[in-house]
């Protein structure tokens, strides 16, 4: 009796050294990493068939597992739709009566308007309207109807070496100063020696929510501007010193003809949700998110690291075929153990790659205090020698001393960082005022390439990070009280992901509501306590149409508008609220 209670002994020394059981099986979760992966899904593109079949391949697994549908309309699937491609029809751009050709003399932006426009050439310069007053291209030309053309970029000089002076320096400013002036066609020409060739694509132009900027607008090569600017007699070096100097020749004897169609096609995407009901019916009605978005980029049409590869096929295997398969571990993992006190609710999401849409979507479902808390996956299928980043600890007093003492029990370092409107699903949750962690194994040298493919994934280690996150997910969802939602100071956030700005420069305090496609002008996801955006009445919903006099048919002009300012500006603005016209004035502050 003695040996065998000293060998049970034993045994239950030798389980508790062994740390926690595993919850996720590594050869489960692979296999369904690799489906999700493979070729036949096309990337998971939006608008693919591959898209659709791996919807309901995630609902067929949620089902299988034992989850209950958790759709609003009692499926799996919570479809809407939305933008799924935008690409040039047709374009065509003569100078006088030569054709140029098409991606070797000029490029047609996405954001363009559709139609056709003819007339001699008027130089704006760079283009660069300064609400300050101390720089205005714009200045004494009357450009209604007008084909004009500026040069990319900026001036040289200290006037423009900071971040205001970047973002009055992008094409966004420009193209809205020159709808604001009434310019039928915007034409950009290189202004660097070394630029040759047609400006390359912008790896986020072809994003199917972008809308129109108004103008036609197309990118020259060099070659190109050159023949334009040699009808006047000039050189285009000639051009970029006369624009330096705020001078602007004559270039009416050049004229250009041209047209341009976009197409922009809408199509269904739908996120999958299943839920497993809580066993407290005291706290069954609360429920904790666990999420990750399952779709990718098709064959690189936008986002793409390696736009020159396109149209290969981005199979997206760690990003996130790896969350989204470890969605299904998790629910069979919950499913087949004790149930948590409080309700847990996998949630697939669409569209997350053009401005996490479906995760938007949902959470404009939810009824207040649903949903306590909210863990994402995004990236966790190649865990290396780092271990784990965390991100939004700071979204609620207790997350990190929670995350790090069941980290430290399955031996897995992690790193904390700040930024909880970051590009992925949980920035819906924060918004919506709900705690959120966002997990990853980071970024690496095939993120968002062809070469991210299911065979470079780790399976053993992406089960070492899903056993953290359901220990996360377990305590969350038993914990007798929901956790505190804790505003993030201003210095936490990062500017808006739109190109327009650095980390520095004028504060609002808006967050902004990512990939909306039917809505015209930026729309507020969330206002910052005690920010000026809070200080001028601004809430959650709202659409902002008109900001420091001019109006803003998209977050990319709103960014530019906003990033033109400079701190402590008053401004006015004006946002529709339902069916109210509502204006305000704000002082801005400054982005620490």
Known sequence: MRSRAASILLVLLSLGCAGPAPWVDAALWQRDASWLADPAREGRGLGTAGLAAAAEHLAGRFAEVGL???????????????????????????????????????????????????????????????PSGSWDDWAGLDVTGAVVLVLEGRPDGPAFADARGAALGRRGAKLLAARERGARA??????????????????????PTRTSAGVI??????????????????????????????????????RLAGAVEIARREGEVANVIGRLPGADPALAHEAVVIGAHYDHLGRGEFGSMRPDAAPAIHPGADDNASGAAGLVALARAFAAGPRPARTLVFAAFTAEEVGLVGSARYVETLAAG?????????????????????????T???????????????????????????????????????????FTTGAHEAYHTPDDRAETLTPDGA??????????????????????????????????????????????????????????????????????????????????????????????????????????????????????????????????
Do not use: C, W
């Not at 739709?81 to 009566?97: D, K, Q, T, Y």
């Not at 377990?474 to 939602?485: G, I, S």
């Open 186 to 207: 915007l034409l950009f020409a290189p202004s660097a020696a070394g630029e040759g060739d047609v400006a390359s694509a912008d790896p986020m132009g072809a994003i």
């Open 68 to 130: 209950e549908p958790g759709a609003p309309d009692g499926s799996f699937l919570q479809p809407f739709r939305m933008p799924v491609e935008i690409r040039v029809e047709s374009a065509r751009l003569a100078l006088g009566r030569e054709t140029l050709v098409r991606d070797r003399d000029y490029r047609v932006l996405l954001g363009s308007d559709n139609g056709s426009f003819s007339g001699p050439v008027v130089f704006a310069g760079y283009g660069i309207h300064d």
């Open 370 to 394: 649903e949903v306590v808390a909210m863990v994402n996956l995004d990236m966790v299928g190649r865990l290396g020698a780092s271990g784990v980043t965390v991100f939004g600890a700071e």
């Open 217 to 254: 607008s197309l990118a020259l090569s060099r070659g190109a501007a050159e023949r334009i600017a040699a009808r006047a007699g000039l050189s285009q070096d000639a051009l970029v010193r006369a624009a330096e100097r705020r001078f602007r020749p004559s270039l009416r004897r050049a």
């Open 396 to 438: 609620a007093p207790g997350f990190p001393s929670l995350v790090r003492k069941r980290a430290e029990r399955r031996g897995l370092p992690v790193a904390f960082e700040n930024g909880v409107h970051g590009p992925s699903d949980h920035a819906s949750f924060h918004a919506a005022q709900i705690p959120a962690l966002f």
């Open 463 to 592: 089960a070492r990070v899903l056993d953290l996150v359901a220990d996360v997910t377990l305590a969350l969802a038993n914990a007798a009280e929901k956790p505190a939602f804790a505003a993030v100071a201003a210095s936490s956030h990062p500017p808006p992901p739109s190109g327009e700005g650095g980390g520095y420069g004028p504060y609002l305090g808006t967050v902004p509501a990512f990939g909306v496609a039917d809505v015209r002008g930026a729309k507020i996801a969330a206002v910052r306590p005690d920010s000026p955006a809070e200080r001028a009445g601004l809430r959650a919903g709202d659409v902002i149409v008109e900001f420091a006099g001019s109006p803003v048919a998209s977050l990319e002009e709103f960014s530019s508008l906003l990033f033109s300012q400079r701190e402590g500006a008053e401004v006015a603005l004006v946002v529709q609220r339902g069916a109210e016209r509502v204006e305000t004035r704000a002082v801005l502050g400054r982005r620490r």
